[in-house]
């Protein structure tokens, strides 16, 4: 395991507070919340890992074509999803589907895209979340051309400015595009932060057979800062992600945040990780785990009681259960809606495309095929 360099952390693996942390660059982290915000960043966590559990589950019975599990890297989503203004934009990965339960999504929509319904349903200007990117890296660049727009219209400098995150996982570090967008933000101070779920593992591949130094030193080389945060801390993302947001939002341009945790399951359900890791280093990360760590504060604090833990596990079945209904009752797609959404409005070439496969469809009724 790589050792831990400069981390931010706000929450000891046993729920102990932290009032502040110091970053690799001198600033100092540090989060007061409601007692019901604290209890709300809970229900948060225990709700998405209940639904991408499901999620799980219904690909596993066929019921969905793939499924990228966000199992460990709860409180990295949550944290920095919370941290969100309404007015800021998102570029997600094709598994951040927590910081998409954060932005008021359906959570019904990525199971669509992946039982192959739809494309993707959701309106990312409504919901300020672009749609999922499954080009390994290739959202780094599009949160880029955004925010280097956004600037040019003039809608940062303030406190009520807007700010782009990108999210991507350690494996796209090494993406031409990732390093590619670093070199545009920093040269023209895009308002962007740049969100790496170091998850310690590009699919099969361990975090030290990718980079030499701790991934959140490589933004020094760009000209911009870069900070790690313990990503099993929801406090801790939060108040990393929050000031990040707020540096871009003011101005004064991009932030690499090394969210330092560990994916407890598969890549994705087509993966097999005991092939390539051992149980015991597993085992070692379940100790950090997310949740239970925010529990024991909310527990020692006395914010929250068993009869409140029990109820948001209540809860997050229920959901969990509705989900599976609704998945199970979703209709297919007619063959046709394939040409729907290709171009604002429509083409020669798609209108002459959708008459031959009417017509060849066409040529089916009535006989034996």
Not at 76 to 87: E, F, I, K, N, T
Not at 181 to 199: D, E, G, H, L
Request: with cysteine; glycine share 10%.
């Amino acid at each position: 395991m790589e050792r831990e360099d400069a981390l931010v952390q706000l929450l000891t693996p046993d729920g102990e507070r932290i009032d502040r942390a110091v970053g690799p660059d001198g600033v100092e982290y540090s989060v007061e919340l409601t007692d019901e915000e604290y209890r709300g960043l809970y229900r948060d966590l225990v709700t998405v890992r209940r639904l991408d559990a499901e999620a799980t589950a219904l690909q596993r019975q066929g019921e969905l074509g793939i499924w990228a599990s966000l199992l460990g890297q709860e409180a990295a989503q949550v944290g920095s999803g919370r941290a969100l203004r309404p007015q800021d934009m998102v570029f997600p990965t094709y598994r951040e589907h927590g910081v998409l339960y954060c932005r008021g999504i359906d959570p019904i929509m990525p199971l669509s895209l992946f039982r192959g319904v739809d494309q993707g349903a959701w309106d990312p200007n409504e919901f300020r979340f672009g749609m999922y990117t499954i080009v390994i890296g290739a959202q780094t660049l599009h949160a880029t051309g955004y925010a280097m727009g956004i600037a040019k219209d003039g809608k940062v400098g303030g406190d009520d400015g807007e700010a782009v995150i990108a999210y991507f996982g350690d494996g796209a570090t090494s993406q031409g595009d990732v390093n590619e967008a670093f070199i545009w933000s920093a040269v023209y101070t895009a308002p962007v932060v740049f969100f790496c779920q170091n998850n310690q593992y590009a699919i099969s591949e361990p975090i030290e057979r990718q980079t030499r130094v701790p991934l959140y030193r490589r933004a020094a080389g760009f000209g911009f800062p870069g900070v790690r945060v313990d990503g099993n801390d929801v406090l801790a993302t939060y108040a990393v992600t929050r000031h990040a947001l707020d540096h871009a939002r003011g101005g004064q341009g991009p932030t690499l945040i090394e969210a330092y945790t560990y994916r407890m399951g598969a890549h994705t359900t087509s993966d097999d990780p005991s092939r390539y890791r051992p149980a015991a280093e597993a085992e070692a990360w379940r100790a950090r785990d997310p949740i239970a760590r925010l529990a024991a504060f909310l527990g020692k604090q006395r914010i929250a009681d068993e009869s409140f833990f029990a109820d948001v596990d209540e809860q997050a079945k229920d959901q969990a259960v509705r989900l599976r209904e609704r998945v199970l009752t979703m209709p297919d797609p007619a063959p046709e809606s394939i040409f729907q959404n290709v171009y604002p409005h429509g083409s020669p070439l798609l209108d002459d495309e959708r008459e031959r496969f009417e017509a060849y469809r066409k040529s089916f009724e009535g006989s034996a095929h």
